[in-house]
């Protein structure tokens, strides 16, 4: 069974920090995504990354894949109050099984 | 991208009773995907759900606790039966988009069983 560690679960921290959110696993995956979920919503897609090494920038968002393409990262830059939610990664199976598997989330909360 | 829309949005359930609750999406879909997400938990993953044929569950999930109709393209419910507090979640129903595993989302549906 591939399992998804995100790390830390719960994050509170003052607008304008920095912070650092961790999706790691021993299993290879073909890609991976970052998913954002606000109270009373359904998760939202922010990001998909595909190549081992990769990193997107979604404005003050930046994205990692790991090179063994295993882990990812979530780095996000001066955050704001409109940053708060659930952060979620998933994983695509390697060998195509059209099934993603979650990480824990990290709960984020940014206070003004 | 997909709209999906889910109903209800949410409900409060007496032990025993069972509740059907309703997806549709804007546009025409082969897989679609019931996931349970437990209070302050994340995703798991229920069942897959094919038009023209059974649902595909879960390890730990059942046809006749989740039973799941899919009679076209647009449209699947998913049956809560025999509740109990336990089965207090958010049901959540998605789709894929893109052609590349991207998963688009229902706002889900609050279900409280007393």
């Known amino acids: ?112 | 991208s997909a709209v999906i829309s889910q109903k209800p949005s949410r409900d409060i359930c007496q032990r025993g009773t069972s509740l059907t609750i309703q997806c549709q999406v804007d546009s025409q879909v082969t897989m679609m995907f019931w996931y349970r997400q437990q209070p302050g938990q994340s995703l798991t993953l229920i069942a897959t759900a094919n038009q023209g044929s059974e649902a595909t569950y879960e390890s730990g999930f059942v046809i006749d606790k989740f039973p799941i109709s899919r009679p076209n393209l647009t449209f699947s419910t998913l049956t809560v039966s025999n509740m109990s507090p336990e089965d207090s979640s958010i049901y959540l129903c998605s789709v894929e988009g893109g052609g590349t595993g991207e998963l688009f989302f229902g706002e889900g549906s609050r279900l409280t069983v007393l």
């Open chain 1, 1 to 112: 069974t591939q399992l998804l560690e995100q790390s830390p679960q719960f994050l509170s921290i003052q607008e304008g920090e920095n912070l650092t959110v961790y999706c790691n696993s021993s299993s290879v995956f073909s890609s991976l995504q970052w998913y954002r979920q606000e109270p009373g919503e359904g998760p939202v897609l922010l990001v998909t990354v595909v190549t081992g090494g990769e990193v997107k920038k979604l404005k003050r968002l930046t994205f990692q894949f790991g090179d063994a393409r295993k882990d990812s990262s979530l780095h996000i830059t001066a955050a704001q109050p409109g940053d708060t939610g659930l952060y979620l990664c998933a994983g695509e199976d390697e060998r195509g099984a059209q099934k993603l598997v979650f990480g824990q989330g990290t709960r984020l909360t940014i206070n003004p």
